[in-house]
């Protein structure tokens, strides 16, 4: 049997969690972005034999990756755009760490990240590490409620730095930035990214994906775009 048919046939007999959000038109974003525009543009209504919609959105909407270009300028080192990212930052083993127990003025520290190695698994270099802060729940139109925007837990710097000194090559949440709200100058994002650490925010179901998960992220090839909205799927044991 070949390697492929090997993998497809593990991959099948897996269950996959689609951890992205739908893209629709008043869903939560960053406040001061652009906003998502889904607008009619042919339909059979109007003579055409094909249905077909524009697409008007920030790099930056809903479930996506930020690509290191995203705050880091021309000429640093780890400085990638989306169509220059390596492939191998889509895929690979995920571990996804529960941290509901923090409040919107809450951060993960390197110490809290240390103590779930200790009694789950350790985080090696290539994985993929997701935070589950449970944010999801208040993913709503911005017309319902504007909370998940306004204020949400978030990654501390010293804990950044440490994921970074694991080798891990992507970090993942279920809130709008990595930074919480109550953060001053974005210091996870310049850990991480400043260091080749891609961030994926706006995530959602990481409760059915806690602990070990194969990941695979598919974020659109956007020429020196700074980032890119995505399709993430887990697959996990059934």
């Known amino acids: 049997m070949t390697e492929a048919r090997q993998l497809a046939n593990l991959l099948s007999g897996m269950q996959v969690i689609d951890l992205s959000h739908t893209y629709e038109e008043d869903m939560p974003v960053v406040l001061s972005h652009s906003r998502y525009f889904h607008t009619l543009w042919d339909s059979f ?24 270009a995203h705050f880091l300028r021309e000429g640093h080192e780890a400085h990638r755009y989306m169509d220059e990212t390596p492939t191998t930052q889509f895929f690979g083993r995920a571990l996804t760490i529960d941290v ?10 390197r110490g809290v990240v240390e103590a779930w190695e200790r009694t789950h698994q ?100 956007v020429k020196r775009g700074s980032g890119s909205p995505l399709r993430a799927l887990a697959f996990v044991s059934k």
């Open 45 to 68: 209504d109007t003579g055409s034999i094909a249905l077909a919609y524009q697409l008007v959105m920030n790099e930056h909407c809903g479930t996506h990756m930020d690509a290191t």
């Open 122 to 221: 350790r985080i090696e270099s290539g994985d993929i590490v997701f935070f589950r802060f449970g944010w999801d729940r208040y993913w709503v139109p911005r017309s319902v409620d504007l909370k998940y925007a306004k204020e949400w837990p978030g990654l501390a710097e010293d804990a950044a730095f440490y994921l970074v000194e694991k080798g891990v090559k992507v970090v993942g949440c279920d809130v709008i930035a990595i930074d919480g709200s109550a953060a001053e100058g974005a210091p996870a994002h310049y850990a991480l990214l400043g260091n080749g650490v891609n961030i994926v925010e706006n995530l959602t179901k990481l409760d059915r994906i806690l602990g070990e998960s194969v990941v695979f992220i598919a974020p659109l090839k």
């Open 100 to 109: 509901s127990f923090l409040d919107e003025t809450g951060s993960v520290s």
